[in-house]
Nanobody, 125 residues
Framework: EVQLQASGGGLVQPGGSLKISCTASGFTWDDYAIGWYRQAPGKEREGIACLSRGDDSTYYADSVKGRFTISSDSAKNTFYLQMNSLKPEDTAAYYC??????????????????WGQGTQVTVSS
């Protein structure tokens, strides 16, 4: 059974940084894409970052490009989202996902491999 567990959310001031994590189990993630969705109240789900495990290519939504970085640690079965220069509009529930391709993640489609519980990130002074 594929399981994804996100953690590390919290309250951070505008301009601050936060690193959230996702621990994966139950599948060989080297064969898939891993990424992050976010959803704020009243807004559509947004695919914001993806790492293609086959060739380590990374993809980012324009809204986070240059501020967020996705990475992974295979030894720990964990992947991360480092978020810098946070803005109030980054406030959302963040979900880790896995799918066959990053194109699906970046289109915010229902993930076909796995979808973990969210971790809340609030950016406020």
């Amino acid at each position: 059974e594929v399981q994804l567990q996100a953690s590390g959310g919290g309250l951070v001031q505008p301009g601050g940084s936060l690193k959230i994590s996702c621990t994966a189990s139950g599948f060989t993630w080297d064969d898939y894409a891993i990424g992050w969705y976010r959803q704020a109240p009243g807004k559509e789900r947004e695919g914001i970052a993806c790492l293609s495990r086959g060739d380590d290519s990374t993809y980012y939504a324009d809204s986070v490009k240059g501020r967020f970085t996705i990475s992974s640690d295979s030894a720990k079965n964990t992947f991360y989202l480092q978020m810098n220069s946070l803005k109030p509009e980054d406030t959302a529930a963040y979900y880790c996902v896995s799918d066959f391709r990053c194109s699906s993640v970046m289109q915010s489609l229902d993930p076909l491999v796995g979808w973990g519980q969210g971790t809340q990130v609030t950016v406020s002074s």
